[in-house]
């Protein structure tokens, strides 16, 4: 299995998201799921896309793990709040979408009320230790659970998002910073950029 030696492990992808998470296991699941379902390998470069309509900490181990990231212009944000992912690969043209369905494990009942006292108020040493032997017992279930327990995967038939474009810069006619063409702002007849065309107003 030469192919999964290059999927970076679920302690790699906590080492670069910085914590150890339930979202961060989801995404991790996710990619992994994408990557079977497309049978493709962790790609190179830019032969993969990533439509994410959330920017939780799944999304963190999607990029590493797909290889589809925010720099290279194939992970595409849409704010739908949902943790929906599809992603295309334009070698062979096939995209799956990949969502979340929660049904081998319901969330415990308390662990809203533990979550505001964690992150809001002061928690009791006891909420706090009951808060983390929640969370693992989450983050174990997502990493363990059969695929078909909590992801539903279809094959899209839709077109990938366009490739990344790379313009040229011009520079602002206020700050003078080298801005992208299709950025600038047109404000009495000068191009501005955006962040000096709101002062502008
Ligand atoms: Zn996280
Ligand atoms: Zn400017």
Known sequence: ???????????????????????????????????????????????LVAVVENDSCAVDAIQLVTGCTFGKGNLVFRDHGKHVYTFYDRNTGRGVRVS?????FEEDARLGELREAVSSGEPTEEQQELYRTKMREKIDAILSAPVEQFLIITEVTDPPPPKARIEPSERC??????????????????????????GAE
């Open 1 to 47: 299995m030469a192919r999964t030696a290059q999927i970076p492990s679920i302690e790699e992808a906590e080492a670069f998201h910085g914590h150890m998470c339930p979202g961060l296991a989801l995404g991790y699941r996710v990619a992994k799921a994408a990557l079977a379902a497309l049978g493709c390998e962790r790609p190179r470069d830019e032969e």
């Open 100 to 104: 979340e369905d929660y049904r081998g």
């Open 173 to 198: 006619a206020e700050c003078g910073g080298p801005t992208m063409a299709s950025r600038l702002v047109e404000v009495a007849g000068r191009k501005l950029c955006r962040e000096c065309a709101a």
